[in-house]
């Protein structure tokens, strides 16, 4: 098993950039594919990125391709989401996610995913 646990959301001006993080526990972080996902307020979870084992392959959401980058520290046992150009519409809780099976591609959907964080705040102003 592994616990999340998000950090670095908060407020900031559109066209901004911000970092939020997702700390790990547990022995075998290496072993899970690492994802971020978000949810606005009356709107379903959405996927925005995810990033293999060893960091070699990453994926991401149309809507933020060019804008967010997503990496991982395994020493550490965190994943990171690095946002920049900002918009208001990025404005949700940023969810982290963990999926310890082995499939070719992550999965684009919540059910694909094993474990959650508990979430952090990401409010974009205009």
């Known amino acids: 098993q592994v616990q999340l646990v998000e950090s670095g959301g908060g407020l900031v001006q559109a066209g901004g950039s911000l970092k939020v993080s997702c700390a790990a526990s547990?022995?075998?972080?290496?072993?899970?594919?690492m994802g971020w996902f978000r949810q606005a307020p009356g709107k379903e979870r959405e996927f925005v990125a995810a990033i293999s084992w060893r960091g070699a392959s990453t994926y991401y959401a149309d809507s933020v391709k060019g804008r967010f980058t997503i990496s991982r520290d395994n020493a550490k046992k965190t994943v990171y989401l690095q946002m920049s150009s900002l918009k208001p519409e990025d404005t949700a809780i940023y969810y982290c996610a963990a999926d310890s099976k082995l499939t070719p591609a992550p999965a684009m959907a919540v059910p694909g995913w094993d474990y959650w964080g508990q979430g952090t705040q990401v409010t974009v102003s205009s």
């Open positions: 547990g022995r075998t972080f290496s072993s899970y594919r």
